[in-house]
């Protein structure tokens, strides 16, 4: 069983900056695949960004691309999702995922003035 806990969410103004952490439990972390998606209103889960288990490979989409960065710390159990230049449109539930398998609860994020 694996449990995830994201935290991190919140009200910005366009062009600011947020910082999502997702804490792991159990000892897979290392070895995982992780993920953090987002779902806003009337619109599909979509995949945000991914890293490797070893951190030297990442993913992103092309709607976040140069704004946002994933990170993790195995030391921790914990990967980050850096956001800057926040966009309106980057408003959503924030998911973490653990390979393509776990879930968090989510975090909001709103971007508004």
């Known amino acids: 069983q694996v449990q995830l806990v994201e935290s991190g969410g919140g009200l910005v103004q366009p062009g600011g900056s947020l910082r999502l952490s997702c804490a792991a439990s159990?000892?897979?972390?290392?070895?995982?695949?992780m993920g953090w998606y987002r779902q806003a209103p009337g619109k599909q889960r979509e995949l945000v960004a991914s890293i490797s288990s070893g951190g030297l490979l990442r993913n992103y989409a092309d709607s976040v691309k140069g704004r946002f960065t994933i990170s993790r710390d195995n030391a921790k159990n914990t990967v980050y999702l850096q956001m800057n230049s926040l966009k309106p449109e980057d408003t959503a539930v924030y998911y973490c995922n653990q390979n393509n398998r776990w879930w968090g609860q989510g975090t909001q994020v709103t971007v508004s003035s």
């Open positions: 159990g000892s897979s972390f290392n070895s995982a695949l």
